[in-house]
């Protein structure tokens, strides 16, 4: 039986949908049967960072009220063999539409056929939070080094730690933009974990190319070279167990003042 | 006249660069970084500190005490003359040959120059006299505190920093165990302002120079003089040992000085100046020895945890603000007892460390950092450890 873990974070658009898409992609290429389950209904959009809108006939909320089978709402990535599935939202439909018992239900049964059930939680924690973690037996925090998003995430945490069936949270810290953390200008990785109380799962630099891969439908950690993608591969390797460092972030080329400077011992 | 005393300044300040010593110890401090290296490669297969460490120590942390110095020397206008200088010259590059700090301080280097300017002041050396103007005009009590004072100096910069980034090493115990040590190693190089006796330029002051300028007339020279200090330390932290030997150092300068000073009415004195210093520092160095033997092993294998005995510069351990004497019990919530358990539990969580530590005041405080590829294996720690440890890690077992 496979495991469920729900992707959230309390604030928006700090990439919970681009986490999912790209933990869920990297699990599938590193041979894992993965599902990800779109739980933002009425705001669905894992579908198209996936490449997978064109091809939804069914979604969750036929599946939970019984107008159609749980494999006929399930949309195969045909780039991962058999290895890689989305269960879309719905669109028309609200976050009332469905109960938390009902999400559980689902996962529990998709919990049979797969390895990894990947939930992609919406945001705030209002219903749609609660029917997002109702099936989930683990949770990443997804946060990004803003302030903001950090004050969110640990409200979040606060309240995954309240439930029963699910691990104490990892955190994901998203969007790094080396420059200004170097020059304090966002929280560094150790102040946001010590402020979090919670273990690191990962780290992924702020890139671009991400953007443009989600717009391709095309998840980033699908290209090996990439930076960020290395850096979801590295998550989902942690995921599965593995042992592995965080990836450095890219350093800006040192001038000669600051190569100076530091031969003398002098921390700029 | 201010031209005058202008061109002599700068004309000093281009000897200063031009000194032989300048540049001979640039190739010393490399090979005390090398006999470092090697022996630091030799006991735990890594270096601490890069070949340059040394010289950037030689280069930079005399500068401000050398140039408060050199104020004060003018100030009291003490003038050591050519022939003395070259003396200290030879016996400090003869010194730095044997690569030991301790042999280059000032109460051995500037004692036995005394010693040896004095034997051939009654010797009646003539060829070597006559090759410095003024011939061999020394002003003894001058001399005696110019003594004083460098030795002050050389324990106030050994008590600023003879104890950062000292070298550790492994010796073993009559029972055969492993106990820690902390080398300090150190030179200095300070810019010394002087005044030489000389053609040159007068005083048309009347309470300066306060010491009798031979033959009136003097000239400046900039010279760079190496003081080192040198320490071993096993029973104490390296900062406790190595700050009490430098505030006796001080004491001991304090003690030549004012006998140089009354050596102005009773020239005897700056003799007694001069063994003094020769003969206080040797005891003050043979007691530090003694005493550190005497003290239980502070840098040996303790049932809580693993004691920090070196720390390698730009990794983990030095941004965790880890200190050498600090011991580490747990890693990852996991208890460590020896180097192969520290290692498991670092592969844990290789993408973040927590480790629970008992610090310097002997609380438990509790660090942790983000861990990134390509870093220091064990975050860059040297340990107290067995011989047996590393093969039982290489091993795997």
């Keep these: ?163 029963e069936n699910i691990e104490p949270p990892r955190l994901v810290v998203n969007r790094i933009r080396n420059h200004l953390m170097k020059n304090g200008d966002t929280m560094d990785i150790d102040e946001i974990v010590q402020h979090l109380s919670i273990d690191l799962l990962g780290i992924v630099a702020d890139d671009d190319e991400v953007i443009k891969a989600s717009n391709h439908g095309e998840p980033i950690a699908m290209d090996p070279k990439n930076r960020a993608s290395i850096a979801y591969r590295n998550i989902a390797r942690r995921i599965l167990g593995e042992s592995v460092p965080l990836q450095v972030l890219e350093e800006q080329n040192k001038g000669m003042m600051a190569k100076i400077k530091s031969f003398f011992g002098v921390r700029s | 006249m201010s031209v005058q005393w202008g061109i002599e300044l700068l004309k000093s300040a281009g000897l200063f660069f031009l000194h032989p010593l300048f540049w001979f110890f640039i190739i010393i401090t490399l090979a005390f970084g090398y006999v470092r290296i090697k022996r630091e490669r030799k ?68 004692s036995v120059s005394m010693l040896i300017g004095f034997g051939l002041q009654i010797y009646q050396a003539e060829p070597f006299l006559e090759r410095f103007p003024q011939g061999f005009a020394v002003v003894w009590p001058a001399v005696a505190v110019f003594l004083g004072l460098l030795i002050i100096t050389e324990g106030a910069v050994a008590y600023r920093s003879a104890h950062v980034r000292t070298s550790p090493a492994l010796v073993v115990s009559s029972r055969g165990l492993p106990i820690g040590q902390q080398l300090a190693n150190r030179v200095w190089l300070l810019p010394l302002f002087l005044l030489v006796p000389g053609n040159g330029l007068e005083s048309h002051l009347s309470w300066w120079p306060v010491f009798t300028v031979p033959g009136g007339s003097f000239h400046f020279l900039w010279i760079p003089y190496f003081v080192g200090f040198g320490q071993r330390v096993q029973g104490s932290l390296p900062e406790t040992s190595i700050r009490i030997t430098a505030k006796r150092v001080c004491i001991l300068g304090l003690a030549v000085a004012v006998l140089g000073a009354a050596s102005l009415l009773w020239t005897p004195l700056a003799g007694a100046a001069v063994c003094t210093a020769l003969l206080g520092r040797i005891f003050l160095s043979i007691k530090q020895r003694v005493n550190d033997n005497a003290a239980p092993f502070y840098f040996s294998k303790r049932d809580q945890g693993l004691m920090v005995l070196g ?55 509790f660090d942790q950092r983000a861990s990134y590829e390509g870093e220091h294996h064990e975050l860059g720690i040297l340990f107290v450890k067995d011989d047996r440890e590393d093969e039982a890690v290489a091993s795997g077992s």
């Design chain 1, 1 to 163: 039986m496979g495991e469920a873990i729900v992707i959230t974070s309390g604030k928006g658009g700090v990439g919970k949908t681009t986490t999912s898409a790209n933990l869920g992609t990297a699990l599938a290429i590193l041979g894992k049967r993965v599902c990800l389950v779109d739980t933002d209904i009425g705001l669905r959009n894992l579908d198209v960072v996936m490449g997978l809108e064109n091809r939804i006939i069914y979604d969750l909320v036929d599946v939970v009220e019984g107008r159609c089978k749980m494999h006929q709402a399930l949309v195969k990535d045909k780039r991962f063999d058999d290895l890689l599935y989305l269960m879309p939202a719905a669109q028309t439909s609200d976050k009332t539409a469905v109960a938390p018992e009902q999400i559980k239900n689902m996962v529990q049964e998709l919990k049979q056929e797969f390895d990894y059930v990947i939930i992609d939680c919406p945001a705030g924690i209002e219903q749609g939070y609660k029917n997002a973690v109702s099936g989930a037996d683990k949770a990443i925090v997804v946060t990004t080094p803003e302030i903001s998003a950090v004050r969110d995430a640990d409200r979040i945490i606060g309240l995954l730690e309240q439930e």
């Design chain 2, 43 to 110: 006991t735990f297969h890594t270096r601490i500190a890069d070949i340059y460490d040394d010289l950037k120590f030689t280069y930079t942390k005399g500068l401000i005490p050398g140039l408060l110095l050199s104020v004060i020397l003018g100030g009291l206008g003490i003038s050591i003359p050519l022939g003395l200088l070259a003396i200290i010259a030879v016996i400090t590059a003869a010194a730095a040959f044997t690569l030991r700090a301790n042999w280059m301080s000032a109460a051995y280097i500037v």
């Design chain 2, 311 to 365: 720390i390698i510069p730009n990794t983990p351990a030095e941004d965790l603000e880890l200190k050498i004497g600090e011991i580490i019990t747990k890693v990852n919530g996991i208890p460590v007892k020896n180097v192969s358990d520290f290692y498991e539990a670092l592969q844990h969580n290789r993408a973040y460390v927590k480790l629970e530590i008992i610090g310097l005041n002997g609380e438990i405080r």
